[in-house]
DNA sequence: CTTGACACAGAACGAATGTTCGGGTATATA
DNA sequence: TATATACCCGAACATTCGTTCTGTGTCAAG
């Protein structure tokens, strides 16, 4: 039998809430009732009705009286997202500093320590990047200031090289000629390439051809964590 | 009777889009084919389906078979966002440079030149701002670096004092002590205020209770045109 | 042991909803 | 004039879907 909890939200509750996201974001609709019966494992659509009349009540969820898939989730998720978001755990493979080449997730080997790990909430990535092997470096210093980084941060990358760049993505670019790994927005043009900063009021940086360009992998996304308490 | 256009898209597809943009917007899920036909002024079902048959062919929308509410929005309204967005026009007042206070609306007293207007999609706007009576200004030099805008840039604020201001609002503030006019997030503090830069790397500056400060209006929106070429 | 709250199933009902079909009108084209 | 096409209506139909009601088993408090 099922476990019973005094107060707040049980297993059905939450995986309740879970589907709700996760089917609102695949569909761009809510799910009905017998859909969220079906992924919930609960036989009755009744039984769903009665969950949805808890979770309105406490808030988690709105609905709209008969109307079909009238549900929506509220701000208050937001208190439990570490219950019903999937976590990706990205190993933290090092630092990157501008006056060296950033590292990159050796191909035949896949040990990481458990301990350097960030973990980020599945929802939050495009889908495409979801079972990549992703990747987490510590910027360390203000060298990465062009690119709206800062000391701290963590640069969650995609491993790419040269060929599978697109125009537009944010990069990690090691130049070999300068001896500087750099993150910009990459462009290809005409003569060459052009590697723009995410800071506005900074300049680009054009590579000729001919010039070696060494690119590591894409930005798919940018932590700074908070939870240190700022004066 | 209606005007027939030979291609693209006609009033009917429009109406049908925008009612499917907003419905979306204000409730979450995507409207039934009958509130489609309410809202379009569409009587008969079959007509609403025979419209959403041509936008799904057409690439703006897709649908699933016999599932209520089934359809969905993709990427490709953004290339007629301007046909089905409703656009406030907002007056430009003037500069704003941190030497000179901010300009502000004459509370008595409503002509604005008709060319000095930017237009905003209402869509982009929290609700309780859309109505409200809203200008804009361009931002002189760099001297709002520390509040990520530039040159160029539009500020669009509402008016408010210093009694409507909430704790996390970027505001323009003008600080008669400095003779200077700021952009900043607003904080409340114990012993007075602390005004934070948006750039985290910059430092907050903190007010005395007794010291005068006058906050002109919150920042609702900024813009940033890029329709101009950049090299 | 009785009682009642809780968690659940199943069925039935009616309303909401997508689909389909026959028919109608106006406009353009051959 | 004949014909094709785009646009539109109303109605009927079949699902989908939310709601409600009856009943069952568990468990803890009295």
Redesign the pocket.
Same mark, same amino acid.
């Given at each position: *039998? *099922?476990v @019973?909890k005094s107060k707040g939200l #049980?297993e @059905?509750h939450i995986s309740v809430l879970k589907f709700l996201v996760k089917y609102g974001h695949e569909n761009g609709r809510p799910p009905?009732? +017998?859909?969220i019966g079906d992924a919930a494992n609960? &036989? &009755?659509? #009744? /039984?769903v009705?009665?969950y949805l009349e808890q979770l309105d009540k406490m808030g988690y969820i709105e609905r709209d &009286? +008969? /109307? #079909? +898939?009238?549900l929506r989730l509220t701000d208050k998720i937001n208190e439990v997202v570490e219950m019903i978001t999937d976590l990706i755990r990205v190993p933290i493979l090092g630092r990157i500093v501008a006056s060296e080449p950033v590292p990159v997730p050796s191909s035949d080997f896949n040990y990481y320590d458990a301990d350097s790990t960030v973990e980020i909430a599945a929802s939050l990535l495009p889908e495409p990047e979801k079972n990549k092997q992703l990747f987490a470096l510590e910027v360390q210093g203000d060298s990465m200031i062009d690119a709206m980084v800062n000391e701290g941060d963590f640069v969650i990358m995609k491993p790419i090289n040269n060929a599978e760049v697109r125009n537009g993505d944010m990069v990690a670019v090691w130049l070999p000629n300068k001896d500087e790994t750099t993150l910009k927005y990459f462009y290809k043009e005409k003569d060459g390439y052009r590697l723009q900063p995410a800071n506005p009021t900074m300049q680009p940086i054009f590579i000729n051809k001919e010039e070696p360009l060494d690119i590591k992998g894409k930005v798919v996304m940018v932590i700074r964590r908070l939870d240190t308490v700022e004066v």
């Amino acid at each position: *039998m *099922m476990v @019973r909890k005094s107060k707040g939200l #049980s297993e @059905r509750h939450i995986s309740v809430l879970k589907f709700l996201v996760k089917y609102g974001h695949e569909n761009g609709r809510p799910p009905s009732i +017998r859909e969220i019966g079906d992924a919930a494992n609960i &036989s &009755s659509t #009744s /039984v769903v009705n009665y969950y949805l009349e808890q979770l309105d009540k406490m808030g988690y969820i709105e609905r709209d &009286s +008969r /109307v #079909s +898939r009238g549900l929506r989730l509220t701000d208050k998720i937001n208190e439990v997202v570490e219950m019903i978001t999937d976590l990706i755990r990205v190993p933290i493979l090092g630092r990157i500093v501008a006056s060296e080449p950033v590292p990159v997730p050796s191909s035949d080997f896949n040990y990481y320590d458990a301990d350097s790990t960030v973990e980020i909430a599945a929802s939050l990535l495009p889908e495409p990047e979801k079972n990549k092997q992703l990747f987490a470096l510590e910027v360390q210093g203000d060298s990465m200031i062009d690119a709206m980084v800062n000391e701290g941060d963590f640069v969650i990358m995609k491993p790419i090289n040269n060929a599978e760049v697109r125009n537009g993505d944010m990069v990690a670019v090691w130049l070999p000629n300068k001896d500087e790994t750099t993150l910009k927005y990459f462009y290809k043009e005409k003569d060459g390439y052009r590697l723009q900063p995410a800071n506005p009021t900074m300049q680009p940086i054009f590579i000729n051809k001919e010039e070696p360009l060494d690119i590591k992998g894409k930005v798919v996304m940018v932590i700074r964590r908070l939870d240190t308490v700022e004066v």
